[in-house]
């Protein structure tokens, strides 16, 4: 089965950027739609963009304008570019396939926006 490893989170103070990036161990060339999730503490956790296999995208309204999801089916790798981040973005990022039984969760990244 295909595994995910999420990388690319850190500490940054509001304002910046990070590229997040998921690798699978299998091909996601078949997954229609790949999307990417975050977790706050004490906080459900949520959708906040989605990705089709012919490059349609969508977002949360709390990211639209900031966050930029793309997938490389080649590399196995969908990734997301984060800017102008805030506080509220503070949270452990997640990617997984949005559509049938979700794939083992990996591990996630953590993304701590703090001055």
């Known amino acids: 089965q295909v595994q995910l490893v999420e990388s690319g989170g850190g500490l940054v103070q509001p304002g910046g950027s990070l590229r997040l990036s998921c690798a699978a161990s299998g091909s996601i060339f078949s997954i229609n739609v790949m999307g990417w999730y975050r977790q706050a503490p004490g906080k459900e956790r949520e959708l906040v963009a989605h990705i089709t296999r012919g490059g349609f995208a969508n977002y949360a309204d709390s990211v639209k304008g900031r966050f930029t999801i793309s997938r490389d089916s080649a590399k196995n790798t969908v990734y997301l570019q984060m800017n102008s981040l805030n506080p509220e973005d503070t949270a452990v990022y997640y990617c997984?396939?949005?559509?049938?039984?979700?794939?083992?969760w990996g591990q996630g990244t953590q993304v701590t926006v703090s001055s």
């Open positions: 997984n396939r949005i559509y049938g039984a979700p794939l083992p």
